[in-house]
């Protein structure tokens, strides 16, 4: 039975997955200041980097049309769709209404969309489950099952160098921003059932990023049959030493290092880094 894993451009993968068709990647579109950035290969993080920077405004993003996502359907027995959260974009319902207008004409269709309740390498993550589990031959409803199950025990946290676009966008208020850039204090955040909480602080960047650490330590379970996913922006040797900090102490079977797309840079911004497990 033919089958299809499709992903929206935050799902940030290897150049080695793009290769061996992991997931077929639907682009978001991303705007600085009038100016669109389509988030799929012709992506220059550089010069979108130094565009956030310059910009008074927070960048915006647009999710795909159904009527793109449903391109993606065409002539698959089976696909399943990984998400950006639904709390984060609108991408996620733009995949349901393609499902519904889809079986419509093709009600022999099974189209399963996945909401990540994350972003970035966990979506990476849910795409790589799903590959696994079609591989071992398990039939649509036995895979639904488990990557609902996989996704709803996912943890993602993440640290930014930068709060700017946490201000610009209202999640983190002036006086918040003003205070955290001159006392250098850094937010240790998580996704909690799809939203972004704050789960700790500390003074200084490093030590941000060993508290995440800390708290993964505490809470990851089964490491033994886990990936551990890490997204950086921009910034691979940082997202090497935090690879080799957890693996001191956890004993992941793998690891999976990945530079931010689009959807990622703008949420993320240079020198963040994400994790999942």
Request: with cysteine; charged share 20%.
């Given at each position: 039975m033919s089958y299809k894993i499709i992903g929206d451009s935050c799902t940030d993968i290897t150049d080695e997955m793009k290769q061996a068709g992991l997931v077929s990647l639907v682009p978001l579109t991303l705007?600085?200041?009038g100016e669109d950035f389509v988030d799929d290969d012709t992506f220059n993080q550089k010069e979108f980097i130094a565009k956030m920077k310059a910009s008074p405004e927070c960048p915006k993003s647009a999710c795909p049309s159904p009527e793109r996502y449903m391109q993606e359907f065409e002539g698959q027995e089976e696909c399943y769709v990984v998400t950006l959260s639904s709390r984060l974009s609108g991408s996620y319902n733009s995949a349901v209404v393609a499902k519904e207008m889809y079986l419509e004409e093709h009600p022999e269709a099974?189209?399963?969309?996945?909401?990540?309740?994350?972003?970035?390498?966990?979506?990476?993550?849910l795409a790589v489950k799903l590959r696994e589990l079609k591989e071992k031959g398990l039939d649509f409803a036995t895979v639904k099952e488990k990557i609902t199950e996989f996704r709803d025990n996912m943890e993602t946290k993440f640290v930014l160098e930068s709060l700017e676009n946490l201000r610009k966008n209202g999640r983190l208020s002036r006086v918040t921003f003003t205070i955290c850039n001159v006392l250098n204090i850094r937010p240790v955040m998580a996704a909690d059932d799809g939203e972004i909480i704050k789960i700790d602080q500390v003074r200084g960047h490093n030590k941000a990023l060993m508290r995440m650490i800390e708290h993964i330590e505490k809470d990851a379970k089964d490491v033994a049959h886990k990936i551990l996913g890490i997204t950086h922006c921009n910034n691979r040797e940082r997202a090497e030493w935090v690879k080799n900090e957890i693996l001191k102490r956890l004993p992941f079977k793998d690891c999976i290092i990945v530079n931010a797309a689009g959807?990622?840079?703008?949420?993320?911004?240079?020198g963040g880094i994400i994790v999942s497990y």
């Open positions: 705007t600085i200041d099974k189209i399963e969309i996945v909401d990540s309740r994350s972003a970035s390498c966990g979506q990476m993550l959807v990622s840079t703008l949420y993320a911004n240079e």
